[in-house]
């Protein structure tokens, strides 16, 4: 799909191990998400940026950390996965500071073992 | 910080009946309030959003009303079709402060089923 891409789109992972998620877009929006979905707790925010080298923590950070370089590029680290981490993963971005008119990617479905 | 209830967690509709939806919030300075749209295996997408100076706003099918003294708010779906099948998601958004700048906190979802 047009606009934001998220790699990769399915993933398993053993407990302890570290892993990276990309979330890639064109359409040169200032602001970025990662939220995280599980059953019974509809998305929660993980961190999000507010432009390049700009990051902040979101309701449920611990355990992860984020980094963009790039405006286009902005990566979720598990830098030590745990099975309660396993969860569907989406990155969204926005044009305004305001967390309005969120566009979400596909998302990437998680499993740590 | 914001908490946000959302009713039912499931919902099963006769296709051309109507369906609605209701979220409670705890912040009253919230200010901002979007409905979700996830299908089975996809991204959640927009279908309609109202401000906190608006008591109602309509899309076709869709609405949405805001009651800001009860502190809740309600998704309506009228002549439901399968494809309106899907989990919904509202959210609130609390105005800008330290530690929750642009944040939104979302309801936990309902999952509606229209029969055929």
């Known amino acids: 799909d047009a606009g934001i891409t998220q790699s990769p789109r399915h993933k398993v992972t053993e407990t302890g191990t570290p892993v990276t998620l990309r979330c890639h877009q064109t359409?040169?929006?200032?602001?970025m998400y990662w939220y995280r979905q599980d059953p019974g707790h509809g998305l929660r925010l993980i961190h999000y940026?507010?432009?390049?080298?700009?990051?902040d923590k979101g309701e449920v950070s611990d355990g992860y950390s984020v980094s963009r370089s790039k405006t286009e590029d902005f990566l979720l680290t598990l830098e030590s996965a745990t099975s309660s981490q396993t969860s569907v993963y989406f990155c969204?971005?926005?044009?305004?500071?305001?967390?309005?008119?969120?566009?979400f990617g596909s998302g990437t479905q998680l499993s740590v073992l | 910080g914001e908490n946000v209830e959302q009713h039912p967690s499931t919902l099963s509709v006769q296709e051309g009946d109507s369906a609605v939806i209701k979220c409670t919030y705890s912040?009253?300075?919230?200010?901002?309030f979007p409905w979700y749209k996830q299908e089975l295996g996809k991204r959640p997408q927009l279908i309609i959003d109202?401000?906190?100076?608006?008591g109602e706003k309509k899309d076709q099918r869709i609405a949405v009303t805001l009651n800001k003294t009860a502190k809740h708010f309600s998704l309506h779906i009228t002549e439901t079709q399968p494809e309106d099948s899907a989990v919904y998601f509202c959210?609130?958004?609390?105005?800008?402060?330290?530690?929750?700048?642009?944040?939104?906190?979302f309801g936990s979802g309902t999952q509606l089923t229209v029969l055929p």
């Open positions: 959210a609130a958004r609390a105005p800008v402060t330290s530690g929750s700048a642009r944040q939104l906190t």
């Open positions: 969204a971005i926005s044009e305004t500071p305001t967390n309005e008119k969120l566009f």
């Open positions: 912040d009253s300075a919230s200010n901002y």
């Open positions: 109202i401000r906190s100076n608006v």
């Open positions: 940026s507010y432009g390049v080298k700009d990051t």
């Open positions: 359409e040169n929006h200032r602001y």
